[in-house]
């Protein structure tokens, strides 16, 4: 899956709060509410910088999780190979 990337200038834009190179498909209504759904959990405050890394790293793992089913087998702890 690509992605494209807004481009890169050296400040966030006042109006959508989105930091530069951010994919398209994170909008500002998405990173605002990224930052008020963790900001109770972090002891300093969630960046916009930082909101935008955690919604990749969820969109990562989503994609990894929606490849289905895989020609690998987990193995329990404590079996053999």
Do not use: H
């Amino acid at each position: 899956m690509r992605f494209t990337k807004r481009p890169s200038s050296p400040n966030l834009t006042q109006d959508d709060n989105v930091p530069p190179g951010t994919p398209e498909w994170i909008s500002a209504e998405l990173i605002a509410l990224t930052m008020k759904t963790w900001q109770p959990y972090y002891p300093t405050v969630v960046s916009p910088v930082e909101a935008v890394n955690m919604i990749t790293a969820v969109g990562g793992l989503v994609g990894v999780l929606s490849r289905g089913p895989s020609d690998e087998t987990l193995r329990g702890a404590g079996e053999g190979e």
